[in-house]
């Protein structure tokens, strides 16, 4: 394989650029500002030459970019094998509510993808432009959304008299405010099981078949 692009199947991508990328999140999960990471700092941290990166990567900025694009598709790949196991939307919400409590990575990479979709920042937009490449379409975050709301619509659970953008824009939005909730603790006032009652009646009274 030569150069890499971030477009790569997930499932295919050479073991030396996996441990790479798995240095570049976990630099991030712990604090490190992504236009800090040096390259010397991944393959460090990583255990591998430097050389190798140039291998793979033209620049810093194109390991890093291409680490965060291929943690947001691994996570929800991941959520959505786990949402599909769930025989109703009420149980998927539920378990989507659960994982955005806990306290690791998942939580991490769903808060790094918001931010990246809405930072202006040079980094972020190359990011946006790997994320929403047609290679990726079936991948984003949205689509993932979509699959289990249109199940939702076919099983009449859900209602069938709305536009699909503005249901999964319901259930993203919905799922953001709660993120806000558990990370900012008791700084609004507001206890996250107080909220999570408020979010589930939120997003089926809106979208809930009634």
């Not at 030569?2 to 790569?8: A, D, Q, S």
């Not at 959304?145 to 993203?172: H, Q, T, W």
């Amino acid at each position: 394989m030569g150069k890499i692009n971030g477009l790569e199947d997930i499932h295919r991508v050479p073991p030396k650029v996996c441990q790479m990328y798995k240095a570049v999140i976990q630099m991030l999960e712990q604090g490190v500002d992504a236009g800090s990471i040096h390259v010397s700092d991944i393959t460090e941290k990583a255990g591998i030459g430097k050389g190798t990166a140039y291998e793979y990567f033209d620049t810093r900025e194109e390991i890093v970019a291409c680490a965060i694009v291929y943690h947001v598709q691994w996570l929800f790949e991941w959520l959505e094998n786990a949402l599909m196991e769930r025989e109703s939307f009420r149980e998927q919400l539920f378990f989507l509510l659960d994982e955005i409590e806990k306290k690791d990575g998942c939580k991490n990479g769903f808060l790094r993808f918001v931010h990246m979709m809405t930072d202006n920042s040079e980094f972020s937009q190359v990011v946006r432009e790997k994320m929403t490449s047609g290679e990726l379409a079936m991948r984003l975050p949205g689509s993932v959304f979509e699959r289990i709301l249109k199940r939702g619509v076919e099983n009449g659970e859900l209602r069938s008299d709305m536009p699909m953008a503005y249901m999964i824009y319901c259930l993203f939005s919905h799922l953001v405010t709660y993120m806000l909730t558990v990370t900012s603790g008791e700084r609004f006032h507001t206890d996250t099981a107080t909220m999570r009652a408020l979010v589930c009646r939120g997003v089926l009274n809106e979208i809930g078949r009634k």
